[in-house]
């Protein structure tokens, strides 16, 4: 067997205690591995979930508490080693030997890497005390506060339209601020999907209060005498705020594998079975593998919740099978984000190139809620609903068998 099996009473670190880490525990455990699990997390806390910080937490609706992504008895139950508040600052990949920041080493039979992704910020804001980015449970506590002193009605200004930007607008509006989102493409989401369907998704910005100003490019962001933050654009337009989000896209968090022998290149590269090297995997945000799909072989990373949640899973699995053995990781992948009390759910991989073809309702409805696919090459390659979730997966069986796109366009007709 390539690179050996594990042991079976062997040592697996998992470097990041979050989503993706969790589940890899949960996939070794499930499959039977005893050993030793080691989880080394750079945040105080034990393993949360992301996506309620834009929406439930934001909103005051949840608190904080209730994103654990297991409680403690099961945590206890998995038995795991969790190093919490400590940061892995290397890997030798070939001898599986991670260096702590608390001064340790750890020397596994396995290694899963799970470390992320970190929002990428505006150059010189980094210490701006009126701008944040939203990642963690720190930055969403930070930025309820910031809200919160500076009272109803305060003035929001977001950067960035994609999905956590547009989801902060979404809640803020909801708590009473008054928010501008500013997005340097002509459409939101166009490089995801396409310029049609991210425009009419940036309509629902407008249809409930909020200003979305596309083609804004910020040159940067000011700190007026009196507090608070002025955004200042291309053009010279100066927009006075409270609280600055900036929602600009993500990087993956492999900085502390340089030199490791891995291969990164926007993300850690491995084959599609999860492999970065001999029992070596990755898993989650900033994973980059080869995706077979529909005859169709594809290097990608994505950055969504129930992919890196199987993805997770599928890697602790691998680990334990072997690169010979393990199966290959071809999810029709998914996600979801909610805004305004709508919805939008992706099924399948679209292209911002891809044909669109809507098949229920319009892009212009007033409801908002629509469906659209996407296709490519005569086949299907996702669909998109807004609203509509049985619709939506009335298509996940033809994206599984990678159905033509006649065949897609049929479904829905009487
Ligand atoms: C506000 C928000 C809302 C979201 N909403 C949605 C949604 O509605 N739908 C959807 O599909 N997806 C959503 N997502 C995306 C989803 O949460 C991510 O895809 C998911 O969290 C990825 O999990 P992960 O385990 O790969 O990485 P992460 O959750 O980023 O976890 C990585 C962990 O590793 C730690 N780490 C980094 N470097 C080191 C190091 N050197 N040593 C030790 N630890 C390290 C990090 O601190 C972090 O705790 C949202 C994300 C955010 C931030």
């Known amino acids: 067997m390539t690179g050996g099996s594990l042991p079976p009473d062997g040592t697996v670190a998992i470097a990041g205690a979050s989503l993706a880490g969790l589940r890899a525990a949960q996939g070794l455990r499930d499959n039977g591995f005893a050993g030793s699990i080691v989880m080394v997390g750079e945040e105080q806390h034990p393993p949360y979930d992301r996506p309620p910080l ?141 310029e049609d369907v991210g425009a009419a998704l940036g309509a629902m910005h407008a249809r409930n209060g909020v200003t979305l100003r596309t083609r804004a490019i910020v040159e940067g962001i000011d700190r007026p005498a009196g507090g608070g933050a002025e955004v200042v654009l291309a053009g010279g337009d100066r927009l006075a705020a409270d609280v600055v989000v900036v929602g600009i896209g993500v990087v993956p968090a492999t900085d502390w594998l340089a030199g490791s022998g891995l291969t990164v290149a926007d993300g850690v590269v491995c084959d599609h079975r999860l492999f970065a090297a001999d029992r070596v995997v990755a898993a989650g945000d900033l994973a980059r593998w080869q995706w077979r799909h529909a005859g169709e072989e594809r290097s990608v990373r994505i950055e969504h919740w129930e992919t890196a949640a199987q993805m997770g899973a599928a890697a602790g699995a691998a680990l334990l099978a072997g690169r010979d053995q393990a199966p290959p990781f071809d999810p029709v992948p998914y996600f979801w984000s909610d805004q305004y009390g709508l919805r939008i759910q992706v099924l399948g991989r679209p292209d911002p190139t891809d044909e669109v073809a809507v098949v229920e309702g319009s892009l212009d409805a007033q409801d908002g809620k629509f469906v659209a696919l996407y296709g490519r090459g005569g086949r299907l390659t996702a669909a998109l609903a807004v609203s509509r979730p049985r619709l939506l997966m009335a298509f996940r069986p033809l994206l599984v068998a990678g159905a033509g796109w006649d065949e897609a366009l049929a479904v829905l007709r009487p």
Not at 132 to 157: K, M, N, S, Y
Request: charged share 20%.
């Open 54 to 194: 834009s929406k439930q937490v934001l909103a005051g609706a949840w608190p904080p508490e209730r994103t654990a992504l297991a409680a403690p008895d099961a945590l206890a139950a998995m038995g795991l080693e969790l190093r919490l508040g400590c940061r892995v600052l290397s890997l030798d990949a070939g001898r599986r030997l991670l260096s702590l920041d608390d001064g340790s080493e750890l020397r596994a039979d396995g290694v899963v890497i799970a470390t992320g992704a970190r929002p990428r910020r505006m150059p010189g804001t980094e210490d701006h005390p009126a701008v944040t980015v939203l990642r963690t449970l720190e930055d969403v506590r930070g930025l309820r506060h910031a809200l919160d002193e500076a009272g109803p009605g305060c003035r929001v200004v977001v950067v960035g339209a994609g999905f956590i930007g547009s989801e902060v607008a979404a809640t803020c509006a909801g708590l009473g601020c008054r928010v501008t989102v500013l997005e340097g493409l002509p459409a939101p989401l166009a490089p995801a999907l396409g």
